[in-house]
């Protein structure tokens, strides 16, 4: 089932481009109706048809919006992702902030998907991160998701995760998870940087370890001298090229800041049509 975006949200991004109205869209009669294609210039993963539909829904509902293909689909570069119908105004002060949430989010999943495909056939399951942009936390995690990876926590609310500073700032690693467990019963994990670290986190019993910037040997490591007491993380440095070897180390997860924020929109491009006027 396709999420559905808050109202709230669609309205502020609306908001940012359309302000006191859209003056270049007056220049169009009020009664033009018109069509419109959206073609996708590469190769990529479909995500984002409700934040797209709700853009529109929101400017007029009498826009029609006829989808090719269904949310996940993989497609070829020139295809045609959907048909659009209704007032031309319409159509044009919605095209920029509907293509900026669908490029944006199928891009997200493109990545995902190509980092899950990376890991398969190992047990090791890959992460996002709170490396998201500023106001599309949970759409850009649903595109996550959408792409076959895994959400991490989705904010500070929702997980304990101990890094460096809460460490320094608490006075040890088996002090931080001590007060943690007092604090809440969320997930606690707690970041590592070398195997002594991960020794104290280990006698400390944190529910998950994040094993920092660690060599994919020490990775190896790590996990014999786990003995599959705790969930392990790696991260840093993770790339497509490295995230195999780092899977076949036996970590249970992968975190990957890339999924979320190293993103090249996909390049979409939407093409409106005249309609003829009624007599």
Same mark, same amino acid.
């Given at each position: ?13 609306? /908001? ?21 294609? +959206? +073609? ?39 295809? +045609? ?6 007032? /031309? ?9 509907? #293509? ?43 595109? @996550?998701?959408?792409?076959?990876? +895994? ?9 304990? !995760? ?17 007060? /943690? ?10 970041? @590592?940087?070398? !195997? ?12 998950r370890i994040m094993l920092d ?5 020490? !990775? ?42 190293? #993103? ?10 005249? !309609?003829?006027?009624?007599?």
């Amino acid at each position: 089932m396709k999420p559905q975006p808050a109202l709230e949200d669609i309205t502020a991004y609306l /908001a940012e481009d359309v302000g006191d109205g859209d003056l270049t869209a007056n220049i169009i009669p009020e009664t033009v109706q018109a069509s419109a294609r +959206v +073609v996708t210039r590469e190769n990529m993963l479909l995500c984002g048809q409700a934040w797209f539909d709700a853009v529109f829904r929101h400017l007029n509902q009498h826009v029609v919006i006829e989808w090719a293909y269904q949310e996940g689909d993989e497609i070829a570069a020139g295809s +045609v992702l959907c048909q659009l119908h209704g007032p /031309a105004r319409t159509l044009l002060t919605g095209e920029r902030t509907a #293509l900026n949430l669908l490029q944006t989010l199928s891009a997200t999943a493109t990545v995902a998907r190509r980092y899950a495909q990376a890991v398969a056939g190992t047990h090791c399951k890959v992460l996002d991160t709170r490396k998201t942009i500023p106001g599309l936390r949970l759409a850009q995690k649903y595109a @996550v998701r959408c792409g076959g990876c +895994v959400n991490h926590r989705i904010g500070l609310f929702d997980a304990i !995760l101990i890094k460096e500073n809460h460490i320094i700032a608490a006075g040890s690693i088996s002090a931080a998870i001590a007060k /943690a467990r007092e604090l809440s019963d969320v997930l606690v994990e707690i970041e @590592v940087e070398s !195997l002594a670290e991960l020794q104290e986190a280990l006698a400390a019993q944190p529910d998950r370890i994040m094993l920092d910037n660690f060599t994919t040997d020490d !990775l190896r490591r790590a996990v014999a001298l786990n003995h599959g007491k705790v969930e392990l993380e790696a991260s840093g440095n993770v790339s497509l090229d490295t995230i195999r070897g780092i899977a076949e180390t036996g970590v249970d997860y992968i975190s990957i800041g890339a999924l979320t924020k190293n #993103l090249n929109a996909i390049d979409l491009s939407m093409r409106i049509e005249l !309609l003829p006027i009624r007599q």
